[in-house]
């Protein structure tokens, strides 16, 4: 080989090997992009749940602290009321109703509360919301084997998740049954929920379960946990969360 071809060959070589340099740093800083993007998406969902927890204590203080007290005293008011005798079951009526919204306040108070407002943990704060929905519709089973010492923020996580799942199958699935079974292995905690109702397909996913899915799945990543969904048109949906002890 002589010096034109030596060098012609050396040349060749050299621009290959800058073309490659150029490829890999393309590939790479596409990567690093998609990766500040999605650490971008992660933090802005972090910050949204947290928004969103936020003003849900707010707005149940509220209900409980400002708008509970006036309606209390509306029905004081009322019951110290003496009409005229045919008006009597008017006012037994009214009082009724301002009785119906005070519970139903508590109510909605108990459900934008952190779990950690009610006693026993998420586990039986789950329990209790299953039974003060008590839809004769669907019948809702929530079982645990075991439950692992989880701190008061991810306690929340997990009962928000349930929530969730509870409240996507009374919202889409038009489901009869929801199982939902929680379990303590060595290494892993375990979230599996199962129910018959209409299921959906993979493409209709987003438009099925919306916002409520992606809070979902910030909220399983900041518990460093995995979530599978299992889904069948016309025999129901599956949840699989594992959550790393």
Not at 190 to 195: F, G, P, Q, T
Request: glycine residues 6%.
């Amino acid at each position: 080989m002589d010096t034109k071809e030596t060098q012609l060959y050396y040349t060749i070589l050299l621009a290959l090997l800058l073309v490659a340099v150029i490829i890999y740093y393309c590939f790479y800083s596409m990567i690093r992009q998609q990766r500040r993007t999605r650490e971008k998406d992660k933090l802005h969902l972090e910050q949204e749940i947290f928004r969103i927890e936020e003003e849900r204590s707010r707005i149940a203080k509220d209900l409980h602290d400002d708008l509970g007290p006036y309606l209390s005293i509306v029905a004081q008011k009322l019951d110290r009321m003496n009409p005229y005798p045919e008006q009597h079951e008017l006012k037994e009526e009214c009082i009724g109703h301002v009785n119906e919204v005070l519970h139903k306040i508590r109510l909605i108070t108990k459900n934008m509360l952190p779990y950690a407002a009610e006693a026993g943990g998420p586990v039986q704060a789950v329990q209790e919301f299953v039974r003060r929905l008590n839809d004769p519709g669907i019948n809702i089973i929530v079982s645990c084997q075991s439950f692992p010492q989880f701190t008061d923020s991810q306690g929340s996580h997990i009962y928000r998740l349930l929530k969730e799942i509870i409240n996507n199958t009374l919202k889409h699935s038009r489901a009869g049954t929801l199982s939902i079974n929680l379990d303590c292995q060595p290494t892993t905690f375990l979230i599996k929920s199962y129910d018959n109702g209409i299921g959906f397909r993979k493409q209709d996913k987003t438009n099925t379960t919306g916002v409520g899915l992606k809070i979902m799945e910030s909220r399983v990543s900041q518990l460093n946990g995995k979530m599978k969904i299992q889904s069948i048109p016309g025999k129901g949906t599956s949840f699989v969360i594992s959550i790393p002890l």
